[in-house]
């Protein structure tokens, strides 16, 4: 069926270090994949997004990257600082409707 | 700000009891959803609706119902709450398109079933 692997479960990171999540997708219909922040206690904050046209997309100090052959994408943190404690949620769309969501990774970026 | 509001923020209950969870959205988006969300599991798809007259069942929608009163409004019901329905319930709000569009989400709703 479809579904999204998501790995590491935890990362702790030295602030200043750079932190990489990666996820595996099963359904090779997908072609958007968004990632999003949720702080502890608020919403799924969307962070950044591909489309499968693309392979790497930057915003500042976060990229994603994408190999659609191993369908495979992965968030990129550069220079971490504390505020980027949280946990980040990938999910993959093999349907218009239909976002499939991996299971989360707690990042804890230490002082 | 064009926002997604939940309504109640937290609520317990008990076993058997009818309990209604609300949003309504600012946003002008056709589209809405509910998600329960699970230590270690992500976000789980309960209900989605396209439009005030469509309605479809997600990956877990037995033991809720959903209501989609406007295309601002959209409820969810657990007619009979048991426990291990016990989560974080959130909506969330995407605006339509030829292509996948990025989805916005309410604040949450923290429900306990004693």
């Known amino acids: 069926g479809e579904n999204v692997e998501q790995h590491p479960s935890t990362l702790s990171v030295q602030e200043g270090d750079s932190a990489v999540i990666k996820c595996t997708y099963s359904?090779?219909?997908?072609?958007?994949f968004p990632w999003y922040k949720q702080e502890l206690g608020k919403r799924p904050q969307l962070i950044i997004d591909i489309r499968s046209n693309v392979g790497e997309k930057k915003d500042q100090r976060i990229a994603v990257t994408l190999n659609k052959t191993a369908k495979h994408f992965s968030l990129h943190i550069t220079e971490t600082q504390p505020e980027d404690s949280a946990v980040y949620f990938c999910?993959?769309?093999?349907?218009?409707?239909?976002?499939?969501f991996g299971t989360g990774t707690r990042l804890k970026v230490l002082a | 700000d064009a926002d997604v509001t939940q309504t109640p923020r937290n609520r317990i209950t008990k076993t058997g009891k009818r309990i209604m969870l609300e949003c309504s959205q600012t946003k002008g988006h056709d589209r809405m959803y509910w998600y329960r969300q699970d230590p270690g599991l992500g976000l789980r798809l309960i209900y989605y609706s396209f439009d005030v007259k469509d309605i479809n069942k997600g990956e877990i929608s037995d033991g809720y119902s959903v209501s989609r009163q406007a295309q601002a409004k959209f409820s969810l019901s657990l007619e009979s709450a048991i426990p291990n329905q016990t989560a974080l319930y959130f909506c969330a709000t995407s605006d339509t398109g030829d292509s996948n569009q990025p989805q916005h989400f309410g604040d949450g709703t923290r429900l306990s079933i004693l």
């Open positions: 999910a993959a769309t093999p349907g218009t409707y239909k976002y499939i």
């Open positions: 359904d090779s219909a997908s072609n958007y």
